[in-house]
């Protein structure tokens, strides 16, 4: 008996995948297009709130262990200060941490005279944690709410990055309680007053004062102590750049991208024939007599101009947001530290100064908080300071640090280090690269560094690419001296394909990542079946007037059964999104081979002829070296001698 499934048509079963294929990839490209249209605010709430609170969650720990291992009130003998007390007991209690910071603040808690007392630094340690964990559950409340409403998953999903982040700041909150516990035994301090040496250790600032180790013992642990410290240290300040440079960058740059193409869309003026791109920048554009592939070049160089401009509002912007930041940090730290060092007699220049000094770690020492209350906050608005700055110096790098260093380039081409053009070339170089923005690229393809992907991977994945090629290749070859023409282009097309897919896999990983002209976008939209002079596979970006906060934008999406229609303008444009464009290459040429190889061993489907033929390779001799179908024909003949010589082995 036959079973039915045998009998279905193998053209059946090819348009299946096909169609499995495409609609994989249409599912995968609206689940990207949702990804990137989010709103920021839902981002915060789904991932830098959880974030935070796992970050903070251990600061807050750690500072409810420094609020409940001393008694929160001090006597102070005749002479002293309130920094050399001595502990009075406190009453007996067993209400939570935030109720007992509440009683303590209230008159009835303090003793009198208040002159002579005080309130020790494990009350000034209870204030903040209770303050940190008000704060962490405030942002979890945010997050649970938006999960409510729906506008993400329930289920949270640490990265490999958020992790090791929160990870790495329990263990350095643990490290220096440890350390502080140590010295507190061996020099002779009070535990808090250690907690506050060990931060000031870690951190490099170096009060110095009263506080430094004096024994022996203490010396010899500080040499491994130290280091230590400023090991995870530096490890935290790394999660925290490659957590902003990870998502936060890459999600504030899609939405400035994504408001600028809504503004550039919506200035088109018809009569005019012009589309704004700035405020003072202004272009023709127009589609009348325009051929297809000409319209879709205007509207690839328009969305090359939105990416530049919102690249470069988001870099400013970014470095505004981080300096404000800091500047705050600076500026309300020293009105605390004014307040908290009365008693020294701290005016508010001087602690501008005493802020700075510590905040960039200088740590002259000459002034130093000796107050409880001065030393708690000290430990935490440093502790504060560290992804502050951190985040700040990673803006600065990608702008002023960066314009700083293509101008002293710029500058040294011109006097001690003259470019090959002379320093006249270099010089009408310069000027014409002020006038674009642009002082200084780095284009000699430094991006092919293997960064993310190993070694051992790419050199296994360029051998079976490079078999693919020389398999094909012979394939072709064969069938073109037996006269089979189609068949000879069709193998031609998959030695094509195998090669132009291991050239963009080395671009996967470019840093920074690889633009392509609209010339090689053009030879690979043809390679993947989607040829720029097809006016009927392409669709044409929709102006939207409504400028209301929540109107639905244009997604560029095709129409029910257009899996590859799009407009450059659009959201499905491959220079929107979230991948780079070679990785929206990869992925396509790779689908496409799948499916070419997959029809290959079906005989019964009806091949068609492929978009690239061997007969182009000839028609392409005598175009310009920047063509990417130039050197084929090099190829070729160096793969016939490489077949030759395996067969010859």
């Known amino acids: 008996m036959n079973d039915p499934g045998l009998d279905e048509p193998a053209q059946q079963a090819a348009e299946d995948v096909e169609e499995n294929v495409y609609e994989a990839d249409q599912e995968k490209a609206e689940a990207e297009e949702q990804d990137f249209l989010d709103p920021s ?35 102070i003998p005749p002479g002293a200060d309130e920094g050399h007390g001595s502990k009075v007991e406190d ?11 509440a009683v303590a603040s209230t008159s009835v808690f303090r003793i009198q005279p208040m002159t002579e007392h005080a309130l020790s630094q494990a009350f ?52 220096l309680l440890v350390g502080a516990l140590v010295f507190s035994k061996v020099e002779g301090w009070n535990f808090l007053d250690a907690v506050y040496w060990a931060d000031f250790t870690l951190l490099t600032v170096g009060l110095g004062g009263e506080f430094v180790p004096k024994t022996h013992t203490g010396r010899s642990l ?27 960058k890459e999600k504030m740059s899609a939405r400035f991208v994504e408001m600028k193409r809504r503004k550039v869309l919506n200035s088109i003026d018809e009569e005019k024939r012009t589309i704004k791109l700035g405020l003072w920048e202004k272009i023709k554009f127009s589609e009348k007599g325009l051929g297809e592939a000409q319209r879709r070049e205007q509207e690839f160089n328009v969305m090359r101009r939105v990416q530049e401009k919102a690249e470069r509002k988001r870099r400013y912007t970014a470095l505004a947001m981080s300096s404000m930041a800091a500047l705050l940090l600076w500026f309300l730290g020293a009105l605390v530290f004014m307040h908290s060092e009365r008693p020294q007699g701290w005016s508010y ?29 000290f430990v935490f608005w440093s502790l504060l300071a560290v992804p502050t700055l951190t985040i700040l110096i990673s803006n600065m790098g990608d702008t002023v640090i960066k314009a700083f260093r293509d101008l002293t380039i710029w500058v040294g081409s011109l006097t001690v280090l003259p470019g090959e053009h002379g320093i006249t070339g270099t010089l009408k170089t310069g000027i014409q690269q002020l006038k674009t923005g642009k002082i200084y690229r780095e284009d000699k393809e430094m991006e092919k560094g293997l960064t993310g992907r190993g070694a051992a991977e790419q050199t296994m994945q360029d ?57 090689e976008w053009n030879y690979y939209l043809r390679l993947i079946g989607q040829d720029e002079n097809d006016a009927s596979a392409h669709r044409k970006p929709k102006v939207h007037h409504d400028r209301r906060p929540h109107s639905q934008p244009d997604l560029g ?40 190889m997959y029809m290959m061993r079906d005989p019964k489907v009806k091949r068609e002829p492929p978009p690239i033929s061997m007969d182009d390779l000839r028609d392409s001799q005598g175009r310009s070296g920047s063509d990417p179908e130039q050197g084929l024909k090099k190829d070729i003949g160096a793969a016939e001698m490489r077949r030759r010589g395996k067969h010859d082995m």
């Open 222 to 248: 500080l040499f491994f102590y130290a280091i230590g410290g400023v090991v995870s240290l530096g490890l935290v300040i790394g999660s925290v750049r490659s957590l902003v440079l990870e998502r936060g």
């Open 349 to 377: 220049f001087v602690s501008l100064y005493f802020s700075y000094t510590s905040l960039l770690t200088i740590g002259y020492g000459d002034y130093s908080p000796t107050s409880n209350s001065g030393k708690a906050f």
């Open 124 to 175: 000034y340690y209870g204030i903040m944690a209770a303050g940190l964990y008000f704060i962490i559950a405030s942002l979890m409340m945010l997050t649970v709410w938006g999960a409510y409403r729906g506008h993400y998953p329930k289920e949270f999903r640490l990265t490999a990055s958020q992790r090791t982040l929160m990870l790495q700041t329990i263990s350095f909150m643990f490290y």
């Open 557 to 596: 999406t095709a129409d029910e059964g257009e899996h590859n229609a799009w407009s450059w303008l659009g959201v499905r444009s491959p220079l929107m999104g979230n991948r780079t464009e070679a990785q929206w290459l990869v992925q396509r040429l790779t689908a496409t081979l799948e499916r070419e």
């Open 463 to 519: 051998r079976l690419a490079g078999h693919i090629e020389d398999d094909e290749l012979a394939e072709a070859e064969e069938a073109g001296e037996h006269g089979e023409k189609l068949l000879r282009d069709i193998h031609f097309y998959h030695y094509i394909l195998a090669k132009e897919l291991r050239q963009v896999m080395h671009a996967v990983d470019a840093s920074p990542p690889k633009q392509y002209t609209y010339q």
């Open 91 to 101: 009453p007996k209690s067993s209400f939570m941490l935030i109720a007992l910071v």
């Open 41 to 75: 605010r839902w981002w915060f709430a789904s991932t830098a709130c959880p974030l935070i609170a796992g970050t903070f969650g251990p600061i807050a720990n750690a500072f409810s262990i420094c609020a409940l291992v001393e008694k929160w009130r001090v006597y």
